[in-house]
């Protein structure tokens, strides 16, 4: 009886999902693998981080118009030209487009600008599954002392994800921002997903929609947003991060959603925060695909991800390499995750989690950024 209640639930979301687009207008084919080559044969080795200037908690703080700091980008990519990073994952959010589409539309260009004077190409992320279900627009709160990330926020939020009438909106966000910078070449790719149908049991469990429901609603609604971007003819490619993925010889364990993201994504791109060895077996296991294997999210160092023997193993595979975290700031992530259970109120932990830099744009660890320089040729 479950099942079949589950069963009808998921069935009721796809029927909801569908009503309002039609899956044949203006749809594009996933690039074949041969096109998927050729793009990443014209990229360098992609090397940077997820960025999110230090003057912000989170995405809506760091783009609204009150917020956005265009001074505090510059200051701080130019720290990432210095040591050959060419490359920035840069989170956006549907509510910035429903409150003010041109005037997000323009900030995101000054962005893609300052980018652009320090040789960076960034790669931009619609949605995102993580952290806070209850986005808001207008000020944000300060960070939670002591505690990893106490602000970022959801796209689209638990209320709009649960109520189909809102879908239409999303649509108009992806083919709008999509649309307005689909032949800019100042872009690198667009991730369209990240980590869909997280959970955040251990961060947000009174809040989020319940994990069936909310896995339910995403599955559905991915592939209806690859195709929206779609339609909009982006000469830039698109993906959506797998995480947590099953490298077993034949996939048989992979979830729903893994195999949307693989079936979907022009490039592959994953996540990976554990220890060299299960990073090296994961891009073989993703190289089956036969397309450009990027890494998106990696470098924890307490709990083995690290610079020193996760990077020259992405160079020796000519895997791209986004780690998390540039600055230290109000995002906290040099904190580790467990400050949510165990929050560092006092103290600092013995080792930084994600960062690169101080606030003051020195380096957290001398021979981090050395090994960066050494291995982008900048040195």
Not at 118 to 125: A, D, E, F, G, S
Not at 166 to 190: E, H, N, T
Not at 244 to 257: K, Y
């Amino acid at each position: 009886m479950n099942r079949l209640k589950s069963a009808l639930a998921k069935a009721a979301v796809l029927i909801a999902i569908s009503a309002f687009t039609n899956p044949a207008w203006g749809q594009t084919a996933r690039w074949s693998e041969r096109k998927a080559s050729e793009w990443y044969a014209r990229q360098p080795w992609l090397v940077g981080s997820n960025y999110v200037p230090k003057s912000a908690i989170n995405q809506l703080e760091m783009w609204q118009d009150a917020t956005f700091d265009p001074a505090q980008i510059d200051r701080e990519l130019g720290w990432a030209e210095a040591m050959g990073m060419n490359t920035m994952r840069v989170f956006l959010h549907d509510l910035l487009w429903q409150q003010d589409a041109s005037g997000f539309q323009k900030r995101i260009d000054q962005f893609l600008t300052i980018a652009s004077r320090h040789h960076i190409r960034p790669l931009l992320v619609l949605f995102d599954s993580c952290w806070d279900p209850l986005p808001h627009l207008g000020p944000q709160h300060p960070p939670t002392p002591g505690i990893h990330n106490s602000g970022w926020v959801q796209s689209p939020g638990a209320a709009t994800l649960a109520d189909p009438n809102q879908y239409p909106r999303l649509k108009s966000y992806v083919q709008g921002v999509v649309g307005a910078f689909a032949k800019d070449d100042r872009i690198l790719a667009w991730d369209v997903w990240n980590e869909p149908g997280s959970d955040n049991s251990g961060s947000y469990p009174k809040d989020e929609l319940k994990p069936k429901d909310k896995i339910a609603r995403v599955t559905a609604l991915l592939p209806q947003v690859f195709e929206w971007a779609r339609e909009a003819n982006p000469m830039q490619p698109l993906t959506s991060g797998v995480w947590g993925v099953d490298t077993s010889p034949d996939g048989a364990n992979l979830g729903e959603l893994q195999q949307i993201q693989l079936r979907e994504s022009d490039i592959v791109t994953f996540h990976n925060y554990s220890w060299p060895e299960y990073f090296q077996r994961q891009v073989a296991w993703l190289k089956k695909y036969n397309r450009p294997v990027i890494c998106t999210e990696y470098m924890a160092r307490p709990v083995g991800s690290t610079f020193d023997t996760v990077l020259p193993l992405a160079k020796a595979e000519r895997v791209g390499a986004m780690n998390w975290g540039f600055v230290a700031g109000k995002t906290q992530t040099y904190l580790p995750w467990e400050s949510w259970q165990h929050p560092y109120i006092l103290d600092e932990p013995p080792v930084w989690f994600h960062e690169v830099l101080r606030p003051d744009g020195t380096p957290y660890r001398e021979a981090e950024v050395n090994l960066i320089r050494q291995l982008t040729g900048k040195q």
